[in-house]
C-alpha cells in the first residue's frame, strides 16, 4: 500500500483561490506604500484595504473578454472597491504583480517542503544511530566487497540531506524575491524605493536589477535544486529496492497488515514505495530541464516562461513535499533484517578480508605485487572451488613464512574494518 498523501497545505498554496488572494496581496502593499509616500490619498488607501476583494466566477468571466489574467483580475477588485480602485495597479504592470506574488507562493511553498527536509533528517539521525555497529557487506559494481555499517549507510544519507537542506534554504531565498521596476525595468513610473518599501512589506528580498521580469536563473536554480533532491530520494530508494531483493534481504519496506503485492502471487512483497519515488523523481529532473528553457527570454520579457511554471511551479514543489513524506515513512517503518546481513556477510566465505591481508603481508615486507599474487590464488579457489578463505591461506607457505596464525586470524575479525565507525559519526552528527 502507497501512503497517502493526505496533506492539504500544498493544494491550497497553488490553489487559484491563493493566486488571486497572493496577487491582491501585493497590489493593496502597493498602495499602502504609496500612501505613505503620499503619492496617493491615505483615505483612499483606506477604502482599498476595506473594500479589496474579488470573485473567481467574476474574474473568469472578464477574462473571456479581455483575454488578460491581470486586467480581469484588477477589473474584478475595482468593481468591488468603487471610484478609489483607479489607484489600484497605479504605476504598476502585470509582471510586477504576478513575479512578485509568485514569490509569496514560493515561500508558502518552501515553508512546507522544508519542515518536510527537518523531520526527514532526524529520522535519519534516529535510525542511524539505532543501525550504527549493525554489520553488513558493502558493495560496488554490486559485488560484495568490505563490512560496512546499516548506521553508516544511513549516516552517508544524513550528511548528503544536509547539503540538500543547504541547497534549497539558498535556492529559496534567490527565489523569494519581487519587483516592481516597471515594463522594461528602468522605473520609469514608480521609484525604486517603492519596490524596496513594498517587498520589505511583504517579507520577501527585492531584485537589484531586472527586466520587466525577474531573472529566470533564480527559478532555474530553485527547480534545479528540487532535482538534485528528487535524485538522492532515487538514491535512497534505489539502494532499498536492492536491500529487497530477495536474493539480498537485508532491508525492506513494512509490509501493512491487508496489503497485497500482486494480484496474481499472493507471496509478493514488492518495494512499491521505493519504486513510486524512483519514478516521480525523474519528472523532478525533466522540470528542472524546462526551467532552464525559461532562462533565454527576448528582450527585456516575453511570457514564453509563463505557460511552463504554471505547471512546474506547483508540480515540483507538490512533488518535493510528497516524496519528502514518503521516504520518511519508508525509513522510519523499515524492516531491517540483521540475521540476513550476518549472513549475507558470510557469503564469500571470508573474501571480504582479502584487502586486508594484502595490507598486513606488504606491511610485513612483501612487494605489493607479490602479495597480491598470493591472495588472488586463493580468492580465486574460493570462488571456483567454495573453499573457505581463511583456511586456504593458513595452509598457504607463502603467506604464513610472513604471518603468524594469530595474525591472520586478526586479520578476518570484521571488527577491524569498522574500527572507525564511532569516528565517521562525529564527523556527521557532532558529539551527540
Known amino acids: 500500500m502507497i501512503p497517502r498523501y493526505t496533506r492539504p497545505e500544498m493544494a491550497r498554496v497553488w490553489s487559484e483561490e491563493n493566486k488571486f488572494r497572493k496577487w491582491l496581496q501585493v497590489e493593496v502593499a502597493v498602495c499602502e506604500v504609496l500612501g505613505e509616500m503620499g503619492e496617493i490619498p491615505r483615505e483612499a488607501v483606506s477604502q482599498i484595504k476595506k473594500k479589496a476583494d474579488f470573485s473567481i466566477e467574476r474574474i473568469k468571466e472578464i477574462e ?17 472597491v468603487g471610484p478609489e480602485s483607479r489607484f489600484i495597479h497605479f504605476g504598476l504592470t502585470s509582471t510586477d504583480v504576478v513575479d512578485t ?13 522544508e519542515k518536510e527536509l527537518l523531520n526527514f533528517l532526524s529520522i535519519l539521525k534516529a535510525q542511524a544511530f539505532r543501525y550504527k555497529h549493525v554489520p553488513m557487506i558493502g558493495r560496488t559494481h554490486g559485488i560484495h566487497a568490505e563490512a560496512v555499517t546499516f548506521g553508516l549507510k ?8 544536509e547539503r540538500n537542506l543547504h541547497r534549497f534554504q539558498r535556492a529559496r531565498a ?24 513594498v517587498c520589505k512589506r511583504l517579507g520577501i528580498a527585492f531584485a537589484l536589477a531586472s527586466t520587466q521580469t525577474l531573472q529566470r536563473d533564480r527559478h532555474a536554480e530553485y527547480l534545479s535544486t528540487l532535482a538534485i533532491l528528487g535524485s538522492t530520494y532515487d538514491k535512497i530508494a534505489t539502494e532499498i529496492r536492492h536491500l529487497q531483493r530477495t536474493e539480498v534481504q537485508e532491508a525492506s519496506e513494512a509490509f501493512r497488515i491487508g496489503q497485497k503485492g500482486s494480484s496474481s502471487m499472493p507471496h509478493k512483497r514488492n518495494p512499491i514505495t ?39 511551479l506547483p508540480d515540483s514543489t507538490t512533488l518535493a513535499h510528497y516524496l519528502t513524506i514518503q521516504l520518511t515513512d519508508v525509513i522510519q517503518n523499515l524492516d531491517v533484517n540483521e540475521a540476513q546481513m550476518e549472513s549475507n556477510l558470510k557469503l564469500t566465505k571470508g573474501l571480504i578480508f582479502s584487502g586486508t591481508l594484502l595490507l598486513a603481508l606488504t606491511r610485513k615486507g612483501v612487494l605489493r605485487e607479490l602479495a597480491y599474487e598470493w591472495v588472488q590464488r586463493n580468492a580465486m579457489r574460493v570462488w571456483t572451488e567454495g573453499e573457505d578463505f581463511e583456511t586456504l591461506v593458513l595452509n598457504d607457505t607463502d603467506i604464513t613464512t610472513h604471518l603468524t596464525p594469530e595474525e591472520v586470524r586478526q586479520i578476518f575479525n570484521i571488527q577491524n574494518q569498522l574500527k572507525h565507525i564511532d569516528e565517521i559519526f562525529e564527523r556527521v552528527f557532532g558529539s551527540s
Open 64 to 80: 473571456e473578454i479581455t483575454r488578460h489574467d491581470v486586467l480581469a483580475f484588477t477589473t474584478a477588485v475595482a468593481e468591488k
Open 101 to 113: 506574488a509568485q514569490a509569496l507562493h514560493i515561500k508558502e511553498a518552501s515553508d512546507l517542503i
Open 154 to 161: 544511513l549516516a552517508v544519507w544524513h550528511s548528503e540531506m
Open 174 to 197: 534567490n527565489l523569494e524575491v519581487g519587483k516592481i521596476s516597471g515594463p522594461v525595468g528602468t522605473f520609469s513610473h514608480l521609484p525604486p524605493q517603492v519596490e524596496e518599501k
Open 274 to 312: 521505493c519504486e513510486q519515488i524512483s519514478g516521480l523523481s525523474r519528472l523532478l529532473r525533466s522540470n528542472a530541464l524546462a526551467a532552464f528553457e525559461n532562462i533565454p527570454l527576448w528582450h527585456e520579457r516575453d511570457i514564453s516562461h509563463s505557460s511552463i511554471e504554471r505547471i512546474i
